[in-house]
């Protein structure tokens, strides 16, 4: 099973200043099955990129996601206030979906 | 617009069971794959089954294997989820997702609370 480790557990940052959110996978993740979500308080998660790189429709630009391999990365580039809120990345392999502990994106 | 809709959560004591259901609109339900994710309160989110959509491939994570048991009605655009001795550590918010992009979930209904205690 492979094992996601995202980090930082807590980035606190302004609104209008760019987030970068990192995702380590245990193992090569693959066929670029690899997802980021955000979740806020309450509600359901809600899919904002697959396959590495590919924003859902409706998901602004300011969200993009990059990276290979066992790394990889979301990043938004300036902050909007509805920003703030927990995102997890989440991948799949052999039968088996595993998500990250999650990265909390709180206001400074 | 597409609804998924779950229900059946409660309280339950441990060793009890537990039938959850997800009612679905909006969509063509017999062409999807369909799977539950559970959070426990705090938690990070935790896929826990998935069933294909003539239910002829089905995988469980080892926390379930042997306890749940994931099945659909695409007659009743439905799915469902047969919780069996039940664990403390079952206690969360489980909810039913389904996609088809690259193995992600783009459609999550609202979850329903499973709460496992005495």
């Known amino acids: 099973e492979i094992v996601l480790t995202q980090s930082p557990g807590t980035l606190s940052l302004s609104p209008g200043e760019r987030a970068t959110l990192s995702c380590r996978a245990s193992?090569?993740?693959?066929?670029?099955?690899l997802a980021w979500y955000q979740q806020k308080s309450g509600q359901a998660p809600r899919l904002l990129i697959y396959g590495i790189s590919k924003r859902i429709a409706g998901i602004p630009d300011r969200f993009s996601g990059s990276g290979s391999g066992t790394d990889f990365t979301l990043s938004i580039s300036r902050l909007d206030p509805e920003d703030f809120a927990v995102y997890y990345c989440q991948q799949y392999d052999n039968s088996v979906w595993t998500f990250g502990q999650g990265t909390k994106v709180e206001i400074k | 617009e597409v609804r998924l809709v779950e229900s059946g959560g409660n309280l339950v004591q441990p060793g009890g069971s537990l039938r959850l259901s997800c009612a679905t609109s909006g969509f063509t339900f017999r062409d999807f794959s369909m799977d539950w994710v559970r959070q426990a309160p705090g938690k990070r989110l935790e896929w826990i089954s998935h069933?294909?959509?003539?239910?002829?491939?089905?995988y469980y994570a080892d926390s379930v294997r042997g306890r749940f048991t994931i099945s659909r009605d695409n007659a009743e655009n439905s799915l469902y989820l047969q919780m069996n001795s039940l664990r403390d550590e079952d206690t969360g918010v489980y909810y039913c997702?389904?996609?088809?992009?690259?193995?992600?979930?783009?459609?999550w209904g609202q979850g329903t609370l499973v709460t496992v205690s005495s």
């Open positions: 069933i294909s959509t003539g239910s002829n491939t089905i």
């Open positions: 193992q090569r993740v693959t066929d670029n099955q």
């Open positions: 997702a389904s996609g088809f992009l690259d193995n992600s979930f783009n459609y």
